[in-house]
């Protein structure tokens, strides 16, 4: 198990994308966790969809399943945080949409815990079996371990992502003021100060403000066809 945690722990670090990461941490629970064969992550994506990276193909369809269903574990786990075990699913009457076709797969019982942020729940691991008592007592804390690492590595992703845009931001800014005090022979503080008054007044962010002056500069540097 500690071997396996620390694979996934390498792949948080790894500069791939948060799918292949997710996907990673998937397919290391399914073949850490005992009598665990399948595992899949809910996750909503920026868009509001919810992204399902799973071990196998298999999982990755029911997911999908679920969350066209609006019903199942996960969407279980994701609504109310609580923690799922379901030891033999011939005999749940929750979800039927779901139940059905995960026992059509050969899916007998499932753990499903959920995914926190700020004691907020937001995405959900499901761990699958293909049999009946498989699944140990204890199961929900050693998934509930892989969660722990999910959650990790999508912080790990938005911190990124919004240092990324920090850093965008930042760019577009200083090109902004730069092209403001050519155009206008205005020194630093007095282009920042034109910014300021410009977002103010339209109401809109500084770096809206900033990319617009960059794309305007951009666009009047554009030689029309012809017209060169």
């Not at 269903?69 to 699913?89: K, Y």
């Not at 902004?176 to 410009?198: N, P, V």
């Not at 962010?205 to 960059?214: C, E, I, M, N, S």
């Amino acid at each position: 198990m500690s071997a396996s945690l620390a694979s996934a722990a390498r792949g948080i670090s790894a500069p791939d994308a948060l799918e292949q990461t997710l996907a990673q941490i998937a397919e290391v629970a399914a073949t850490s966790l005992p009598g665990v064969d399948e595992v899949a992550i809910h996750l909503p994506s920026v868009h509001g969809e919810i992204m399902v990276c799973a071990s196998g193909a298999t999982v990755g369809d029911l997911g999908r399943l679920e969350r066209e269903a609006g019903e199942g574990p996960s969407t279980h786990v994701r609504e109310t945080g609580e923690v799922v075990r379901v030891d033999d699913l011939r005999h749940e009457q929750r979800w039927p949409s779901f139940v059905g076709p995960a026992a059509q797969l050969g899916f007998t019982a499932l753990v499903a815990v959920p995914l926190d942020v700020g004691r907020r729940p937001f995405g959900a691991l499901v761990a699958y079996s293909r049999s009946v008592e498989a699944l140990k007592s204890g199961s929900e804390q050693s998934a509930a371990l892989f969660a722990v690492h999910a959650t990790l590595a999508i912080e790990h992703s938005r911190r990124i992502a919004n240092l990324n845009v920090a850093l965008d931001t930042r760019k577009d800014i200083g090109l902004a003021l730069g092209i403001l005090m050519e155009r206008l022979s205005i020194t630093e503080d007095q282009a920042f100060a034109y910014l300021t008054r410009q977002s103010a007044a339209t109401q809109t962010k500084l770096r809206v403000v900033a990319a617009g002056v960059v794309e305007e500069a951009q666009n009047r540097s554009v030689p029309v066809e012809g017209h060169e």
